[in-house]
């Protein structure tokens, strides 16, 4: 069964991911990501460019005897995806882009990089994780998911949020969209405070083989706010690979002798 690699966001973590691992457990095998300076990883040193993000997730999955696999990138995790897959497209069968876009500068986010880096130093790195995780939801600090997305979040070092924010001000996809061959999927929140439509429609547009989703009435944690709409659309483009593992499996089953 190839493994879907799930890469987060900017002060995100792999334990953000728990209800579409358990959701997608019967069709793959979800391997999640935690990036170094962030989640379970917080202890390592952030990387500042989303090229040496990508490379040490490419390292890192070899090292685990990961070698082919689905990908799915949310935020600074679909930057982080589309470089994956432009450093080594041979290794990524099908791509999932979730609440990004392919260009690092961010326009019409919710404040400007350079904001968020000024504010990051005057606030600190725990004030800094609360205030920007309340943005990835419609409700804010309400939100049923805040608290646990926020409890992540809060890991992050300042030098982690810094380089973070330095990887993607200093990244563009752009030049990159139309040599990805892989089998595509957008997804997007319709009230995303982070990236905004043009954004979006710029990956379904420019990507070939791309297929759009549009979650209602949520802003960045599609996955957190609206758990089940998220994991269905997710079940529905991998289904068919499901299907023909299945189909294998039971070609590669010998028969019963009697």
Not at 26 to 41: E, H, I, R, W, Y
Not at 88 to 95: G, K
Request: hydrophobic letters at 45%; a negative charge.
């Amino acid at each position: 069964m190839m493994p879907l690699v799930m890469v987060h966001g900017f002060m995100g973590g792999s334990r953000q991911w728990v209800e579409q691992t358990k959701a997608l457990a019967s069709c793959l095998n979800v391997v999640t990501v935690d990036l170094p300076g962030f989640g379970l990883n917080a202890h390592l040193r952030a990387p500042d460019t989303i090229a040496a993000f990508a490379t040490w997730v490419l390292d890192h999955l070899r090292a685990q005897g990961v070698e082919r696999f689905h990908l799915l990138g949310h935020s600074m995790g679909g930057m982080i995806a589309q470089e994956m897959v432009t450093l080594s497209p041979d290794r990524v069968e099908r791509l999932v882009l979730y609440g990004t876009g392919a260009t690092g500068v961010l326009p019409g986010r919710f404040e400007s990089i350079h904001i968020s880096k000024s504010r990051a130093q005057t606030d600190g790195p725990r004030k800094t994780a609360r205030r920007i995780a309340a943005t990835w939801f419609l409700d804010r600090e309400a939100a049923a998911g805040f608290e646990g997305c926020a409890a992540i979040a809060e890991r992050s070092s300042l030098q982690a949020i810094e380089a973070g924010l330095n990887a993607m001000e200093g990244w563009n996809g752009e030049p990159n969209l139309d040599a990805i061959k892989a089998q595509t999927l957008v997804i997007w929140g319709d009230r995303d405070r982070t990236y905004p439509w043009r954004q979006t429609e710029q990956l379904w547009t420019a990507i070939d083989d791309t297929s759009l989703a549009v979650i209602p009435n949520c802003a960045h944690a599609a996955h957190l706010e609206k758990p089940g709409i998220f994991n269905h659309v997710l079940r529905d483009f991998f289904e068919d690979v499901g299907s023909r593992n299945q189909s294998r499996a039971m070609l590669e089953t010998p028969a019963s002798v009697t």
